[in-house]
């Protein structure tokens, strides 16, 4: 079976600005992929160039085994991260527009505005004008926009932008739900927090660039290797001195410390053994963010700070 989408050698420049740089990565087909990377990576870039939006200068972009066509695009729901809704439209009508564009018969759409407004509360707002409603409102609109007709691939850029914690949850199960359905789910974020309880493949940009790209749960393994957690009697800065520590970090009343490339950790654990009383170890899988600084560092990309 062909990937879902596929990019190969994508490229695109604005001036002399490169804004993706050779970027290459499959989707999967029935998997959540998150586009990963601080504001200014090229993620948003990408996504418009997927949904030919935005034209690549070079490189080739296929969507299920195919260059984009108007009947791809119908098996596809977007929401990008510019949000485009009518201000003055009321709710229902604006999700009838929306869903005729996509060539949803009008009592099909009647019914599944009827289920999602249910769903997600909105059922009260339908007669409102979208100006009417709150930006947390209004994100749900979009929301039930882009599902209306019931797309095989979601690609949602910044898809929590605006969204509240209880929301958000919601908004969560249903991409999971879809994923149980079978359906491919792409979306972009910086928080990597959201994507590190979503995702089941990820790409990581950094300065236009891919650093990264697997299952997330082999990415884990395959860092984890060098990160332990020590239940150990000794202070921050002894800890640091301890040959082969490449960092650490106090943490309920232990310490996270990744070791130096190199370091045997059976080594290393004698070692700290001879030298403070140890009440416990265990390998610790890494967080997405580590995964992404380590990845950074090793590319030899200047660290970023904007990313959550």
Known sequence: MTAAIELENVSKVFGKF????????????????GLLG?????????????????????????????????????????????????RKM????????????KEVSREDARRRIAEWAEKLE????LKKKVDELSKGMQQKVQFIATVIHDPEILILDEPFSGLDPINTAIIKDYLSDFRKQGKTIVFST????????LCDEICLLARSKKILEGNLRDLKRRFSHNLLHLSVDASPAEIAALPGVASSQPVNGGYVISLAPGTDQGEFLRRALDRYPLQGFSTKDPELEEIYLDAVRAAGIEETRTIE
């Not at 909105?122 to 707002?125: Q, S, Y």
């Open 18 to 33: 490169p804004a993706v740089d050779s970027l290459s990565f499959q989707v999967p087909r029935g998997v959540i992929f």
């Open 90 to 101: 009321k709710v229902v009508d604006h999700l009838l527009f929306l869903a005729a564009i």
């Open 122 to 125: 909105l059922k009260p707002w």
């Open 190 to 197: 910086h928080v990597l927090e959201q994507a590190e309880k």
């Open 38 to 86: 601080p504001n200014g990576a090229g993620k948003t870039t990408t996504i418009r160039m997927i949904m030919n939006i935005t034209a690549a200068d070079s490189g080739e972009i296929r969507v299920l085994g195919n260059p984009m066509t108007r009947e791809i695009q119908n098996r596809i729901g977007y929401l990008p991260e510019e949000r485009g809704l009518y």
